[in-house]
C-alpha cells in the first residue's frame, strides 16, 4: 500500500470511529510507530485531522468531506450502533418519523422494530430504497435535487417538509457546542431547521467526537432539543453542558 492509499484510509477511520491511536495503525498497516506519526503530521499540515496525545481526532476539514458510499451506507461504527439501538425503542405504534440520510441514520435501519405499523417520511432515497419492502412501514419520501449522497436538501425540499408533521424526528448534526447544532451547508441546516420546527419530540444523535465544535452553519439551540443519545466516549463536561441547558442526554453503551 502506498502512502497516499494509507492516509486515505486513516481519514475513513475517523469518519468510523472518530478516533485513531499511533500505535493501533502501526499495527494495521504494520509500519513503525515513526511511519506513522510522519502520516499524521502531513495529513494535519493538510489539515485532515488534529494530532493528540497517542493519535489523532478529526477536526471541521474532515467532517466538511463527502463520506465515502461505503461508510455512510456500510454497517455503522461500534458508537452508531449504540446510539441507534436505544434511539429506535423510543418508536411507537402510528407515529410518524423522520429519518435523514446520515451514516447514522442508515444504522438504525437494521434496528427498526417490525412487530408495529409507523409512517417514516426521508429525504433520502438511499434509506427509502432499504425501507420500500417493509410491510409495517409507511413510506413517504421529500422530494427535490437529488445529491451524489442520494439527500434531497434544495429549495424544493425544503418546500415538501413544510407539508408534513413529525411525531418524532432523529436528528443529527456536522458539530454540538453550547450554541447548538451546526453543519457545513447552509442549505442542509436551512432544510433540517424546517423539520425540526415541523417535529413534536426530536431526538439528536451525536457521536462523542461531534461535541465542542461549531461549523459554518447553526440551525438548532440545544435547549429546543428534547433529548440527545450520545456514546460513552462523550466527556463528562459535554454531558454537563447539555444538562445545563435542561436537555436530557441519554448515554448509549456499545453492548
Given at each position: ?15 468510523e ?13 504494520e ?14 499540515e493538510?489539515?485532515?485531522?488534529k494530532?493528540?496525545h497517542?493519535g489523532a ?6 467532517r466538511n468531506?463527502?463520506q465515502?458510499r461505503s461508510?455512510?451506507?456500510?454497517e455503522g ?13 423510543f418508536i411507537?405504534e402510528n407515529q410518524t418519523i423522520?429519518?435523514g440520510?446520515a451514516?447514522?441514520?442508515f444504522?438504525?435501519l437494521k434496528?427498526?422494530?417490525?412487530e ?23 413510506l ?6 437529488v445529491?451524489g449522497s442520494?439527500?434531497?436538501t ?16 432523529f436528528?443529527?448534526a456536522?458539530?454540538l457546542?453550547?450554541k447548538?447544532?451546526?453543519?457545513a451547508?447552509?442549505e442542509v ?9 415541523n ?6 444523535l451525536?457521536?462523542h467526537?461531534?461535541?465542542?465544535d461549531?461549523?459554518?452553519s ?11 443519545i450520545?456514546d ?5 463536561e459535554?454531558?454537563n453542558?447539555v444538562k445545563?441547558?435542561?436537555v436530557?442526554?441519554?448515554?448509549a453503551?456499545?453492548n
Amino acid at each position: 500500500m502506498f502512502s497516499d492509499e494509507r492516509r486515505q484510509e486513516i481519514v475513513k477511520l475517523l469518519e468510523e470511529n472518530g478516533r485513531v491511536w499511533a500505535k493501533d495503525l502501526a499495527s494495521k498497516f504494520e509500519k513503525s510507530i515513526d511511519s506513522i506519526r510522519r502520516d499524521l503530521s502531513i495529513m494535519e499540515e493538510q489539515g485532515l485531522l488534529k494530532r493528540t496525545h497517542g493519535g489523532a481526532i478529526p477536526i471541521n476539514n474532515v467532517r466538511n468531506m463527502a463520506q465515502p458510499r461505503s461508510i455512510r451506507y456500510g454497517e455503522g461504527s461500534v458508537y452508531q450502533n449504540a446510539i441507534a439501538k436505544l434511539a429506535v425503542t423510543f418508536i411507537k405504534e402510528n407515529q410518524t418519523i423522520f429519518i435523514g440520510g446520515a451514516a447514522i441514520h442508515f444504522a438504525i435501519l437494521k434496528y427498526l422494530p417490525k412487530e408495529i405499523s409507523y409512517t417514516v417520511v426521508t429525504n433520502s432515497v438511499e434509506i427509502a430504497y432499504q425501507l420500500r419492502d417493509l410491510g409495517n412501514i409507511q413510506l413517504y419520501v421529500i422530494g427535490g435535487f437529488v445529491k451524489g449522497s442520494g439527500n434531497m436538501t434544495d429549495a424544493l425540499a425544503n418546500e415538501f417538509a413544510q407539508q408534513f408533521t413529525f411525531d418524532l424526528c432523529f436528528g443529527t448534526a456536522g458539530a454540538l457546542s453550547s450554541k447548538g447544532l451546526s453543519t457545513a451547508t447552509p442549505e442542509v441546516s436551512i432544510f433540517h431547521k424546517t423539520v425540526f420546527n415541523n417535529s413534536r419530540k426530536i431526538i439528536a444523535l451525536i457521536e462523542h467526537f461531534k461535541f465542542g465544535d461549531d461549523m459554518f452553519s447553526s440551525f438548532y439551540p440545544v435547549n429546543r432539543l428534547n433529548i440527545i443519545i450520545t456514546d460513552h466516549e462523550t466527556k463528562a463536561e459535554d454531558i454537563n453542558m447539555v444538562k445545563t441547558q435542561g436537555v436530557e442526554i441519554l448515554v448509549a453503551n456499545n453492548n
